[in-house]
């Protein structure tokens, strides 16, 4: 499974890599950093009918994101 | 954390704002213009010599304080910066020689459409072109790379100068220049400007409200929520203006704008263009430096560099109109920013982000 790496990236570049991983990937985690891009990618990627699991350790978020369907 | 659908709400509290400064003393479709009044304080602090356009503007203040303590509060203030800081600066300085070529920056023109100014209208079209422009590069991979938790005295800074330039401005005036006519002698009361400008940045924290991100994340993404408070902005504002005898729809006759359709538009296309580069309107990069974010107090100072420049060399246009010298300015300044964004897309991937 692809793991994208977007610590320490600010937004919107964090959408734009899960944008276009998820045009040709159906599951895939991706790492960030910052309430921001947390909470951008989360509202991006349950647009998109994806589920989102978050994993959360200190200042860093690990999101676990499935398509749905 | 603000929900997406109190982003209207902003717009308007945003729009009310402006409405209020105006009423109190501020020029005319200008209540909280970012690049006028960075452009005024850069004045204040003598580093342009264009004697109509120096204070210290406490909205500026205001909004860097506000955010600070929000983000304090929410406990997101977080020093950080790193990413890309000399791009970032002369992106900065680029996003105001086309903002002052325009006369405003993304939140004025949306001002300056509520006061029937169509100029404005024309200026939108630019700025959309701009942000396309934009898109196309996030599109194909442009990047500044990452940025890196550093010394809280880093994120500090910018606070600490503004709570000093308060003190100068309260205490200390004649440490300041002053335009004595223009529209930087147009001031609302200095309580009520700092009040506003607290109120706005703390809200612009919470809220992530940026004037690029409405037409970017439309476009790009199909995410209409900041679209929402633009539109919002432009209603409120439109509506106060009519109540208060402001609109008058027309190209002549407006406060602080000129009526060059070509320049206008090219002006707001760099402003678009910048903003998207950058991550966000120049609202945004002051909101986000009160936050601890150096990569947008760099954008600042670069604007603010900008601003000086645009003055000293007389780039600047007026309501006269563009300067002899603004289209050589504002060829510099697409040439550089397009280099950035050509190099940073196409030609910088060695270690770029991305997959593990």
């Known amino acids: ?69 | 954390m603000v929900k997406k659908l109190a982003l209207p709400a902003v717009g308007a509290l945003f729009a009310i704002a402006s409405l209020i400064l105006v009423a109190c003393g501020n020029p005319g479709n200008m209540g909280l213009c970012v690049a006028c009044f960075l452009r005024d304080t850069a004045g204040a602090l003598g580093l342009h010599g264009a004697e109509a356009v120096q204070y210290a503007r406490p909205e500026i203040i205001g909004i860097v304080l506000g955010a600070m303590i929000v983000s304090l509060i929410t406990r997101e203030f977080s020093s950080k910066g790193g990413s890309a800081p000399i791009t970032r600066f002369v992106l900065g300085a680029c996003v105001m020689v086309g903002a002052l070529i325009f006369l405003g920056c993304p939140t004025r023109m949306v001002l300056r459409i509520a006061g029937g100014d169509l100029n404005a209208i024309v200026g939108l079209f630019g700025f959309a072109a701009g942000i396309f422009g934009g898109i196309f590069f996030l599109n194909k991979g442009f990047t500044l790379k990452r940025t890196y938790t550093i010394s809280k005295t880093d994120g500090f800074a910018l606070p600490v100068m503004s709570l000093l330039l308060l003190v100068a401005l309260l205490f200390f005036p004649m440490l300041l220049n002053f335009s004595e006519a223009g529209p930087g002698a147009m001031r609302a009361p200095i309580f009520l400007a700092l009040g506003i400008g607290l109120v706005m940045g703390g809200v612009g924290f919470i809220s992530r409200l940026c004037f690029v991100a409405g037409i970017r994340d439309s476009a790009f993404f199909k995410n209409f929520s900041m679209l929402f408070a633009f539109v919002a902005l432009l209603v409120v504002a439109t509506v106060g203006n009519i109540i208060m005898g402001n609109f008058n729809l027309g190209l002549e006759g407006h406060p602080v704008a000129h009526t060059d359709g070509l320049w206008n538009f090219l002006g707001l296309a760099l402003v678009g263009l910048g903003s998207v580069l950058l991550g966000g309107c120049p609202f945004r990069q002051v909101v986000l430096a009160g936050g601890g974010n150096t990569d947008s107090v760099t954008a600042v100072f670069g604007m603010i560099f900008g601003a000086a420049l645009a003055h000293n060399l007389s780039l600047a246009s007026s309501a006269a109109g563009v300067s002899e010298r603004g289209p050589v300015g504002f060829a510099v300044a697409a040439v550089l920013m397009v280099g950035i964004a050509v190099y940073n897309t196409f030609f910088n991937k060695d270690k770029k982000a991305g997959k593990v």
């Open chain 1, 1 to 69: 499974m692809t793991i994208l790496d977007a610590r320490g990236i600010s937004c919107p570049e964090p959408m734009v890599m899960l944008k276009q991983a998820l045009n040709n990937q159906r599951e895939l985690t991706l790492m960030l950093d910052s309430k921001n891009a947390l909470a951008n990618c989360e509202e991006y990627a349950k647009k998109q009918n994806c589920t989102v699991t978050i994993k959360t350790e200190g200042d860093e978020y690990e999101l676990h994101i499935k398509a749905n369907g």
